[in-house]
């Protein structure tokens, strides 16, 4: 063999080692030296960075454009949170199904048979700056002997199983406290003295709901427009850090309270009763939401977080709703429904007004706007969908089931939440980097 020939054959083999590290043959001594030097270059990362190691480090996935949120961009540089794109990540989440047990059935899409991952693999990029991913050791030590309340309704439930599973990398918490439905909790991180509780309260203000755990109700939901639910406001000067949020609730048939008469309704299909509308009650809520906060003597952090689109196509969640999407939306392809518009546009004008009153007074901790709402409806892909349930095709793939295109995957996007809330806290100096 001439030697021009030679150099023919190990330049292809050199190439196809490049081109094709998954699928090569072997055939090469070059190609076990890069095999070498790939697996020591990942033992080496696994063991500077082990909470980086949740869902292993893999290629992008195959639709790895940029997913564009650019609906408050300033485009004077400032940066916004809340206004950016989903980029791949090719490290994925810091935990896994498997490494925290704190993960509740219906959102452990990957123990109920979810055959996909691409969804793990994307982080959102605000515009202008960096959002770090979430430091569980830096936010645990930030945190010790503080408190922390999450007010509001089952999107909270999941929200705080992502805190709790990204603080698990660090430790253990116990579960203190329950309810009956388990839908208020309490979990507490022994070594760091520091709780975290869920209130439920999905309406802020008291009602009397009569519904099942499918969401079939006997009754329309009762709403006293004038009372606060005292569940919350009975323990609020325990915490310190608030964050609370409205929710679909207010979409659902109720009956409406004021002064101990009824007032009017929405969606009762009683022509006795005024149709007040879902954004009549909503807006009163948030108002006396913020009055307590303002007029209370406790001052702690408070957060309030935007509207949470659903991503229901083809009918809804109990007319055979589907979220079977499998990559961010890209910008333009979809704005949300009217109704989600609607309401968080009641919510940043209540916030605003509340901020406003807020600043005259002097010796008070802040308000603070969560808004996850455009980030959140680029993400139709983050949804359990069928998988709500264990292996919903077990019997078939045209077995009967329902779909949940509201609440989110765990691990998923709603990971993202907890990593804007530590950015903001950083920006506050309530924790140190």
């Not at 005292?230 to 409406?256: A, E, H, N, P, R």
């Not at 004021?258 to 009762?268: I, T």
């Not at 709500?388 to 765990?410: E, I, M, S, Y």
Request: include cysteine; glycine fraction near 6%; charge should be neutral.
């Amino acid at each position: 063999m001439s030697a021009e020939e030679e150099h023919r054959l190990i330049e292809e083999d050199r190439k196809e080692a490049i081109q094709c590290p998954a699928s090569a043959r072997k055939k090469t001594r070059l190609l076990l030296i890069l095999f070498a030097a790939v697996l020591v270059i990942g033992l080496s990362f696994l063991l500077l960075y082990p909470n980086s190691s949740g869902s292993g480090v893999r290629s992008c996935p195959a639709s790895s454009t940029r997913f564009t949120a650019n609906h408050r961009w300033n485009h004077g540089g400032q940066c916004d949170l809340f206004s950016g794109e989903w980029i791949c990540d090719p490290y994925g989440p810091i935990y896994t199904n498997n490494s925290c047990n704190l993960i509740e059935a219906p959102q452990n899409c990957m123990r109920n048979g979810r055959p996909d991952t691409d969804f793990l693999y994307w982080r959102w990029k605000p515009f202008g700056c960096e959002l770090p991913p979430f430091d569980p050791f830096k936010f645990i030590k930030a945190m010790k002997n503080k408190s922390w309340a999450f007010i509001g309704d089952s999107i909270f439930r999941n929200h705080i199983q992502s805190l709790l599973c990204l603080l698990s990398k660090i430790e253990e918490p116990v579960e203190v406290y329950h309810d009956k439905a388990y839908k208020s909790r309490t979990w507490y991180f022994v070594n760091h003295n520091l709780t975290i509780a869920v209130i439920w309260s999905p309406f802020m203000i008291k009602s009397e709901t009569f519904e099942d755990d499918d969401g079939k109700s006997k009754a329309p939901i009762q709403l006293h427009l004038d009372i606060l639910e005292q569940k919350w406001t009975g323990q609020y000067d325990k915490y310190d850090y608030v964050i609370f949020s409205g929710g679909q609730w207010f979409l659902k048939t109720m009956i409406m309270w004021e002064n101990s008469s009824v007032v009017g309704c929405h969606n009762c299909g009683d022509d006795n009763l005024k149709e007040l509308g879902f954004d009549y009650p909503y807006r009163k809520a948030l108002q006396m939401c913020y009055d307590f906060v303002a007029s209370s003597e406790h001052k702690p952090l408070v957060f309030f977080r935007t509207w949470t689109p659903d991503h229901f196509e083809h009918g809804e969640w109990f007319s055979g709703g589907v979220c079977n999407r499998r990559s961010p939306y890209e910008e333009g392809d979809y704005s949300g429904k009217p109704v989600d518009h609607e309401m968080r546009a009641i919510e940043v004008e209540e916030f605003e007004k509340a901020r406003g009153e807020r600043r005259k007074k002097k010796g008070t901790r802040g308000l603070r706007l969560l808004d996850t709402f455009y980030l959140s409806l680029l993400r139709p892909d983050g949804h359990p969908g069928p998988y709500r349930t264990f292996h919903p095709f077990a019997k078939g793939k045209k077995a009967p089931v329902q779909n949940d295109c509201l609440h989110w995957c765990l691990p998923g996007p709603i990971d993202t939440w907890n990593e804007l809330i530590m950015k903001i806290l950083v920006d506050e100096g309530d924790i140190l980097v």
